[in-house]
Nanobody, 120 residues
């Protein structure tokens, strides 16, 4: 069983920065692919960034150059550094963990989310 807990959300002005954290427990963290997703009001949940167990990263076009995903396996924690925040970044941000056990079979876990609001 894997549990994920997000933290670090809050209110920030446009152009500001925020760091989100996702603390994992109950599994071997280093074996999991990790990712951040977000869902704004009236929108579908979308991928923001992901980082594999091997350290490869991918970003949504909307956040490239502004956000940085990272992980600290010793602390079983994933981070999302968000810079030059825009009002359209306002959303609930969710932590995701995946363990691939076969080409078409994986286990997936979600955190409860943390609210990020970008407004003046």
């Amino acid at each position: 069983q894997v549990q994920l807990v997000e933290s670090g959300g809050g209110l920030v002005q446009p152009g500001g920065s925020l760091r989100l954290s996702c603390a994992a427990s109950g599994g071997i963290f280093s074996f999991y692919d990790m990712g951040w997703y977000r869902q704004g009001t009236g929108n579908q949940r979308e991928l923001v960034a992901r980082i594999t167990y091997g350290g490869s990263t991918d970003y949504a076009d909307s956040v490239k150059g502004r956000f940085t995903i990272s992980r600290d396996n010793a602390k079983s924690t994933m981070y999302l550094e968000m810079n030059i925040l825009k009002p359209e970044d306002t959303a609930v941000y969710y932590c995701n963990a995946q363990l691939r056990v076969a080409p078409s079979n994986f286990r997936e876990y979600w955190g409860q989310g943390t609210q990020v609001t970008v407004s003046s």
